[in-house]
């Protein structure tokens, strides 16, 4: 939501602060980038656009009213832009249609490892916590997310590595509550059976 | 979400732990779930399988901005502040 620190910085933008502008494309540059490259083909265009959604904070920053957070503000800005260029560019990738790459219901762990009646039948084993702090763990988590389509990739890059709340996602994303949840419920899914899969290798 | 839950087996939980998490279950969904833990070790270990999943992604690093976009978004802020 829109506060005291946001306030602070809005006033400094527009007073023409560097240093206020430095900082903002220090904290959000990297995650418009990433949702730029959603709507259109090629990294160079992701760049423009989000040159282009810059350019469109700066000059409509004296129009913006707190009525939602300026982060929040600044990435309806981007997916706007970023839509009009995919659609010049023929190649516009709408959430709605990525979702449709989800398919229908994956489970979140296998079938075989329940009973008939739905009880574990293979329950999971506990974690060696050696392991799981080393640093190598953490390139299985990196390659698990690179794997995932890439809506529940940003949605759980959003979510646990930016640590977004699940409103500002959604708002970034124009993603629906109930379509928000599924797609990180699935992609954290795959990332703990990497994990499990990893960790219960011999070393 | 209501999957079944006045009979919440392990296999119906596993899909619940996201809305858990979030605290999106109603309070119903909840105490059933917390129930269900209480007397489940296979699923209490489940749910900190993923807590520990969530927490170990959010030790990853986030990109930097690379000089050379943070130097040109910096000429576009003074083009601007110059008009």
Redesign the interface.
Known sequence: MYDAGDAQLVERLRA?D?EA??EL??VL???L??LARMFVPTAALA?EVV?ET??AV??GIDRFEGRSSLKTWIFRILTNTAKTRGERERRSVPFSALDAEDGGFE???E?SR?TG????AV?????PEDR?LAKE??LV??RA?ERLPPSQRSV?TLR????WT?AEVRNALELS?TNQ?VL??RA??K??RA??QYLSEEQ | MSIGLAHLNCRELVELVTAYLDGDLSSGERKRFDAHLSACDGCTMYVEQMRRTIELTGTLGVDDVSREAEEALLRAFRDWKAQ
């Open positions: 023409g560097e502008f430095r494309i220090r540059n990297p995650s980038l990433r760049e040159q810059w350019l700066l000059n489970p979140a762990v079938r329940f009646t739905g009880h574990w329950p999971p084993r506990a974690w799981l763990t953490r988590i990196e997310i759980i646990d590595v930016e640590g699940a509550e949840r990180l419920h954290r899914t990332v703990r994990l499990e």
